[in-house]
């Protein structure tokens, strides 16, 4: 006796389900309707509340958002077409095109995307790809001892586009920060900061990173006008 083998015969094709959460299409946004909007409808001397409200409002008419629910990986126009001919007529020999027609648009997906593989310059996509093959749940034995800490941190240090701490510069901060509070009756209120000065921590930014609590994306706020930036 053995365990039943359940065997499917025919045409099967992977599809993949997503979860039923928008993402902003930023590839595709109008940011000059973003920004047009926003000058209209940003609240001057309103609660940051209301700010953020009104960068959602803009980037809904602006920047495409969407999600697929189901799809086949590497399901071109070609293979969607042969597909849609095997469903009307069920023949085998065409399964067998769509089969070799889909391998080979994977095959060039696959070569195409470790090819751009870069681990300096945007390490997110390497890793990530690195967890969907499964290597961070079977990790290959190491033939060396593993890398220390101190070692990391001064690799992420050489190529992050972050400026590095100023201790001297920090430690006068802190101490100007500190007699500021101890006398601030007798002096006035801190300087606000200039535009100059908020255009280049906007530049700075970097694009594609996660979202706060606000909601708000860095695009939005890389790409706002001069109105909403006062």
């Given amino acids: 006796q053995h365990r039943p083998s359940l065997i499917h015969i025919g045409l099967q094709l992977p599809v993949i389900k997503c979860i039923s959460k928008p993402k902003w299409n930023f590839r595709k946004a109008n940011w000059s309707l973003f920004m047009e909007t926003v000058e209209q409808n940003i609240p001057v001397d309103e609660s940051y509340k209301r700010f953020c409200g009104a960068l959602y409002k803009a980037a809904q008419s602006s920047v495409p958002r969407g999600f697929h629910p189901l799809y086949t990986p590497c399901l071109d126009g070609e293979c969607a ?49 690195i967890h969907h093959l499964g290597v961070a749940q079977c990790p290959p034995a190491q033939a060396r001892p593993s890398v220390s800490v101190n070692a990391i941190v001064s690799h992420l240090l050489k190529v992050a586009r972050a400026p590095r701490n100023n201790k001297d ?62």
């Fill in 81 to 129: 077409a042969l597909l849609d001919e095997y469903e009307k007529s069920g023949d085998p020999d065409i399964a067998d095109y769509l089969l070799e027609s889909l391998d080979a648009a994977r095959r060039n997906h696959w070569e195409d995307l470790t090819s751009r593989l870069n681990f300096t310059h945007s390490s997110r996509r390497s890793w990530g790809l």
């Fill in 169 to 230: 510069f920090e430690r006068r901060i802190h101490i100007e920060w500190r007699h500021f509070r101890q006398n601030v009756q007798n002096q006035d209120p801190p300087q606000s900061f200039s535009l100059t000065e908020l255009d280049s921590v906007l530049c700075k930014l970097k694009s594609g990173t996660a979202t706060s609590y606000d909601n708000v994306h860095p695009e939005f706020l890389k790409h706002l006008g001069l109105r909403a930036r006062n």
